[in-house]
Every structure is written in C-alpha cells, then in structure tokens.
C-alpha cells in the first residue's frame, strides 16, 4: 500500500536557526496536505498543494511540492519556541478514493 | 472556522468493557468522518471511514465487530471499542473534512484510553 516517509524523525534546533523537513511518498499524490500537532494536542491543518512544483508560503513557512508530485518539502526559516511540534505530510493516491495517509511526522523542538 | 468535538477527552476502563468516543461537527455537516489511532509519538493510522446512513469502511487489520462506527446523523460519528483489552490503550482522534471529502480535515482534541 501507499507508503509516505518523513525525514528527519527529529530536529532540534536553537532559536533562529531554519529548519526542513521532507516527505515522500512511494506514489503519485493527487495533493498534499501539512498539518502541526503541538504537544498533547490534535493535528491542526496548515496548507494543501495540488499544482505539480507548487510553491506556497505562510509567513515564515514555505511549502513545496515536488515535480513528479511524490514528494514535498517545508522549510520554516528563522524558528521561534512557537514553531515546536510534529509535522505531518499528508497525501491522497491518485488511484481515487478519500483516503488520506499520513507521513511518519517530524519532530521539531527549539531551543532558547 | 470548522470545529469537530470530540468526547470524552479522556477515559481509563477494566478490561472487557466497551467504551464510546464520540465526535460532532459542530458548525457544518459531515457526510463523511474518519476515525485514526496514534500510539505515542508516532503518526496517525487511519482506522475507518465513517459515512453517514451506510456502513463504515474498515481499513486493513481493522476488526470492524471491535471497534463499532456509527454514523448516527450529519453531525455525530461515534467510535465503540468493544470488549476493550491493554493493548487497545491508545489515542484515538476522530476527523471531517468541511467541504468535499477530499478537502483538508478538521480534528477533534481527541481521547486518550486507557484499559486497566
């Protein structure tokens, strides 16, 4: 079945510093969607890219989706404590139906 | 904007007992809900998708005869966990897109079970 990966698993990062993390998955996405989930809390919506090499940007977050729409990538340039959480990736098969599968998340922590 | 409630937050039971978790859209409705399970700092897997006046669609390695979905109305999708044992101790986050189902998901706070 549909397989979509993150890396890295974790990040730590100081305050100010940027961070990536990438997403792929083993099939052709008809979109893709970013979610954060803070400590304890629930997975909160960020973005979704459709267009194949789409580039999006919310502030200090961009978000991008690879040529062959089979990966993606989010950078968040200079982070703040406010940025820490797991993000998720996640991606609908082009083989039809509802179902979206998660990636496996990136931990991201900063640190003062 | 789009809010999914999701009750109770937090349940501990005996095990062999069954527990429901319930989940409401509460400013639009939802044909269409999704039920996930997440194990400490790990991703979300999708359990099964809840439709509205049909039966829920389990995915693989799913028992749908344990874990009961019902989709009572637009507005409540309810998740039973029958016959409940330790290793089905986990947290459990209920989802619906606001538009089409295709469209991003909003999530409900969701339930953390424990089964003594």
């Given at each position: 079945g549909q397989q979509v990966m993150q890396i890295p698993q974790y990040q730590h990062v100081q305050e100010g510093e940027d961070f990536t993390t990438y997403c792929n998955s083993s099939t052709t996405l008809s979109n893709i969607q970013w979610y954060k989930q803070r400590p304890g809390g629930h997975p909160v919506f960020l973005i979704q890219l459709v267009k194949s090499g789409e580039v999006k940007k919310q502030k200090r977050l961009t978000f991008q989706f690879g040529e062959a729409k089979k990966n993606s990538s989010l950078h968040i340039t200079?982070?703040?404590?406010?940025?820490v959480g797991t993000y998720f990736c996640a991606g609908r098969d082009?083989?039809?139906?509802n179902k979206l599968t998660f990636g496996t998340g990136t931990q991201l922590k900063v640190e003062l | 904007g789009a809010v999914v409630s999701q009750h109770p937050s937090r349940v501990i039971c005996k095990s062999g007992t069954s527990v429901k978790i319930e989940c409401r859209s509460l400013d639009f409705q939802a044909t269409t809900m999704f039920w996930y399970r997440q194990f400490p700092k790990q991703s979300l897997m999708l359990m099964a998708t809840s439709n509205e006046g049909s039966k829920a669609t389990y995915e693989q390695g799913v028992e749908k005869d344990k874990f009961l979905i019902n989709?009572?109305?637009?507005t409540l999708s309810t998740l039973t966990v029958t016959s409940?044992?330790?290793?089905?101790s986990s947290f459990y986050i209920c989802s619906a897109p606001?538009?089409?189902?295709?469209s991003p998901l909003h999530f409900g706070n969701g339930t953390r079970l424990t089964v003594t």
């Open positions: 200079a982070t703040q404590t406010t940025d082009t083989g039809g139906g | 989709h009572a109305s637009l409940a044992h330790p290793e089905d606001t538009g089409t189902p295709n």
